[in-house]
């Protein structure tokens, strides 16, 4: 049994020697010490030795054993070495190399393009911008806006209410609030972000976006508002866009005004989209209601002010002729290329 187990050592460790990859490895460590290797072969016929010879032949076994695993282990460590240092050779990229897949350039989305547009046009004007929460306080999205608990403005199927005194803002207008009992007058400022109303079809998205603007000072009249709109359709869309001033209501502007532009699809004759009338209503506005400044401790006999609000979506949707308003949310890589 000594030379056998002496053989056995001779043979595992020169096959050992033997082996070229990994994978030979593992044959070679099956074959002598596997379930039916070599080994476990000698580790039986050791019930067959006399009792008194046991322990000096088990010692034996045992210093082969671990003579044979010692040896594989380290071929099997300098085997896997090197066939990572093959594969790190094979992978090895040349940095310096010229790239060959050519990158598209990005482009900004055609509502941030109309976005943009319209603050660089306020901006010259000489409004400031901020921006306030989504979650909304029920305080500044109605009750500061002169929409009290029972205003029909306040109908649960328009508003997404998170708790009694919670909501998502259904419009930009609580920044009104928030920037008259905060800032002392005089105020300009636009507010630009997005709103929620539960609402959903061709032209109406549950979420969009709304740009609010503010002005308060002295002696703010509807002729300032006229003004201020007029020049902003005129820049937005081009001189010789028409420009119709209608009354209309809002709790929070007192008059209200609603502005409509020639149309953009039939420059005024009449169409299907303008419904024959040659003009497109593009935003809501009038002169803050005295009890709204009250409200928010402005005193209205020292201040008086305007205030508009548009949806950006649909100024987008008129400027570049956009028929769903899906279009602009479901970033479609070729819808969006053509606003390049
Ligand atoms: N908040 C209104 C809406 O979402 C739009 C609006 C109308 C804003 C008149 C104003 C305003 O500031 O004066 O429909």
Redesign the pocket.
């Known amino acids: 049994m000594k030379e056998e187990l002496a053989k056995i050592v001779q043979d595992a460790l020169s096959e050992a020697k033997k082996a070229g990859t990994l994978a030979e490895m593992n044959d070679v460590r099956v074959k002598f010490l596997g379930k039916n290797g070599a080994m476990t072969a000698v580790l039986k016929q050791l019930n067959n030795v006399p009792k008194e010879q046991k322990p000096e032949m088990g010692k034996l076994v045992n210093s082969a054993r671990e003579q044979i695993e010692s040896a594989f282990i380290g071929k099997e460590k300098a085997l896997r070495e090197a066939e990572l240092n093959a594969r790190l050779m094979s992978e090895r990229i040349d940095v310096t190399l010229p790239s060959s897949d050519k990158r598209t350039i990005g482009a900004l989305h055609p509502l941030t393009i109309i976005k943009n547009e319209i603050i660089d046009i306020f901006t010259t004007f000489g409004f400031s911008v901020a921006e306030g929460p989504e979650v909304e306080l029920d305080y500044y999205n109605f009750q500061l806006l002169n929409i009290p608990k029972d205003h029909p403005a306040r109908d649960m199927a328009d508003t997404f209410y998170v708790d009694e005194n919670t909501v998502l803002r ?4 609580p920044m ?1 609030a928030r920037i008259m009992t905060t800032t002392p007058p005089p105020i300009r400022v636009l507010v630009p972000g997005k ?1 929620y109303r539960s609402d959903d079809d061709a032209s109406h998205s549950p979420i969009f976006n ?1 740009i ?3 002005c308060v000072d002295k002696k703010i009249t509807l002729g300032d508002l006229k003004g201020v709109l007029t020049a902003f359709v005129e820049k937005l869309f081009s001189r010789n866009t028409k420009v119709r001033f209608r009354p209309s209501y ?1 709790p ?2 007192e008059p ?1 005004v609603e502005v409509d532009v020639t149309c953009t699809i039939c420059g005024g004759k009449g169409c299907r989209v303008c419904k024959g009338t040659g003009f497109l209503e593009i ?4 002169i ?1 209601n005295p009890k709204v400044l009250e409200l928010c401790g402005l005193d209205p006999s020292e201040y008086s002010g ?6 950006i979506e649909r100024i987008a949707m008129l400027k570049f002729g956009i028929p769903h308003i899906k279009m602009l949310y479901e970033n479609d890589v070729r819808f969006l290329k053509q606003f390049r």
Not at 170 to 173: E, L
Not at 283 to 286: A, C, K, P, T, V
Not at 306 to 311: E, K, Q
């Open positions: 259904t419009h930009t207008s009104q709103v709304q609010e603007g503010l809002f929070f502007t209200s935003l809501g506005s009038g803050v305007f205030a508009f609000g548009f949806g």
